[in-house]
């Protein structure tokens, strides 16, 4: 598919002016200024969007918290009738919107489909917790049964400021909004300058499914100019945010202002682990998908492969096979299995690793240049290094980017050490037809996702967060729900 064959209704989002939604109307910046959206394809500007700073922040957190005063108090199931009505607007626009994270994002068609569809399924989920919310009966200890009513409540934790990335552009916003709906909170969502087009769009069907004015508000604009003053807001009562490890540290001084409520989903470098008697035909497509699935732009990539000695040729053999049997091209072609990073910064960021690693000795297998036929866009081959000595930069740095680094083990214990040891601590896989082993492993490592024969199986009833410097908290599951609510304990006295 050609930029000409995109949906006309694409063209006439993108030909419209973008702006800010703020207390359910659309404004321009308070400077009036805008900043270029870019095809990571064709390095051509597709957009020009409202660059918002903390003029526009002020608003948005005055809206969110008008709105709270009343969307804290809607009944449950009337917020959960909307955000079913919404994950149905998804749905119904899924081609369109694919078509938009597309051409902001790079990646295929066929992910930015599957990206629509696990957005739709995870409003539904959390739609569904809207009328759970909870709290306890807790017969008080030091006086006699049924002296006192005790019991908890859980309110929302009121304002709520969602940064969040550019490698699922949609996704990450749902996975902020739909709890933080679903309890009663209200937002101010950030989306990453790179790829604020959705963002826009999904503001559009907010409004559509009918969620009341200020309920959830939208900023775009620079990370500094943005996200700053929004996580250090002094009505903002808790700000989530995805992305790098040092913005994530940024963030959480930036809260201290008045000491908000913060969650963190931040970098890694995923200990992916084949152990000898592994099924080979699942592990070597299982490894290669675990690192080049969305170009590597995924918080959770299988980045550091350990393969054990016995079978260590065969799995090179069969990765590199997987790597050159990638079709990269431009994701509106239907055919395309790789499309490009996301952003000139992320091209030249990968490129710099690729370097280092070949200074620091690492054997380049396959890739590690521009594919030929691309005069335009960020496109990068995927790249397979074998780093003997675990010595180079490639086998301790998130990449952020199609570059995977093989070593090889023989002991366990040592290769537990050696996957444990990282400032990271997000996601690890396991491949094995010994579950007995899969289970020990598993238990031994520092990760806050754990896959066994399958990698990326992300669902929202499972948290998902990280160990170390990948994060602050869960997202996603029961967990999620604790992250957007205050515990409130009520005690009352019978007699
Ligand atoms: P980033 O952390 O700089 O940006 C993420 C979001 O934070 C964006 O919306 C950005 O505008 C905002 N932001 C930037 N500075 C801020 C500040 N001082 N205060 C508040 N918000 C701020 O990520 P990036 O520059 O887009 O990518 C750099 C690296 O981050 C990547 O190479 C990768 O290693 C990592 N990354 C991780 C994830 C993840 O899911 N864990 C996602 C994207 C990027």
Redesign the pocket.
């Given at each position: 598919m050609a930029l000409n064959t995109v949906f006309p209704e694409v063209h006439n989002f993108l030909s419209k002016p973008t702006q800010l939604f703020i207390g359910g109307q659309w404004v321009d910046a308070v400077s009036k200024q805008t900043f270029e959206v870019e095809n990571p394809a064709t390095q051509q500007v597709i957009a020009h969007v409202a660059k918002g700073d903390a003029a526009d922040v002020d608003l948005a957190v005055d809206a969110a918290n008008k709105a709270f005063k009343t969307w804290r108090y809607e009944i449950p199931a009337t917020r959960a009738r909307l955000l079913f009505k919404l994950a149905d607007l998804v749905e119904k626009h899924t081609e369109e919107l694919a078509q938009i994270l597309t051409l902001d994002n790079g990646k295929p068609l066929l992910y930015s489909r599957h990206e629509c569809g696990a957005a739709a399924h995870i409003l539904r989920h959390f739609a569904g917790f809207a009328t759970k919310v909870e709290g306890r009966q807790v017969p008080v200890s030091g006086a006699p049964n049924g002296a006192f009513l005790n019991y908890t409540l859980r309110d929302p934790v009121g304002v709520c400021g969602l940064?969040?990335?550019?490698?699922f552009p949609l996704t990450m916003c749902i996975w902020k909004l739909a709890p933080a709906m679903a309890v009663g909170c209200t937002a101010i969502l950030?989306?990453?300058?790179?790829t604020p087009l959705i963002a826009v769009r999904l503001m559009q069907l907010f409004e559509e499914a009918g969620f009341p004015a200020g309920v959830v508000n939208l900023v775009t604009g620079?990370?500094?100019d943005v996200?700053?003053p929004l996580?250090a807001h002094m009505n903002v009562n808790k700000v989530a945010?995805?992305?790098?490890t040092m913005?994530g540290k940024?963030?959480a001084q930036?809260a201290t202002s008045n000491m908000k409520r913060v969650t963190l989903?931040?970098?890694?470098k995923s200990p992916n682990i084949i152990l000898p008697d592994a099924d080979l035909s699942k592990a070597i497509p299982g490894a290669a998908q675990a690192i080049f699935y969305n170009q590597g732009q995924v918080?959770t990539a299988g980045s550091r492969l350990y393969v054990h000695e016995k079978v260590l040729d065969e799995v090179l053999d069969g990765l590199c096979k997987q790597a050159q049997g990638m079709k990269i091209a431009n994701g509106l072609d239907e055919a395309s299995t790789m499309g490009p990073l996301v952003s000139e910064r992320?091209y030249d960021?990968v490129n710099r690793y690729i370097e280092q690693a070949l200074a620091d000795g690492a054997e380049l297998l396959t890739g590690g240049k521009r594919p030929e036929g691309f005069d335009k866009g960020y496109y990068l081959e995927p790249t397979i290094f074998l780093d003997r000595e675990e010595k180079a930069c490639i086998s301790k740095e998130?990449i952020?980017g199609p570059v995977l680094t093989v070593m090889s083990w023989s002991d366990t214990d040592e290769l537990v050490e050696r996957a444990n040891n990282s400032i990271y601590g997000l996601a690890a896989g396991i491949w094995t037809q010994d579950l007995s082993q899969a289970h020990r492993i598993a238990a031994q490592l520092e990760a806050g996702s754990v896959w066994v024969n399958c990698y990326n199986v992300v669902d929202p009833v499972s948290p998902f967060g990280g160990y170390k410097q990948s994060g602050w908290g869960r997202e996603m599951s029961h967990d999620v729900i604790e992250a957007y609510t205050e515990t409130k304990n009520v005690c009352v006295n019978l007699y």
């Open positions: 940064i969040v990335p550019w490698n950030k989306p990453a300058e790179q620079m990370g500094i996200g700053q996580s945010f995805t992305g790098s913005v940024a963030i930036q989903e931040l970098g890694g918080c992320q960021r998130e952020f």
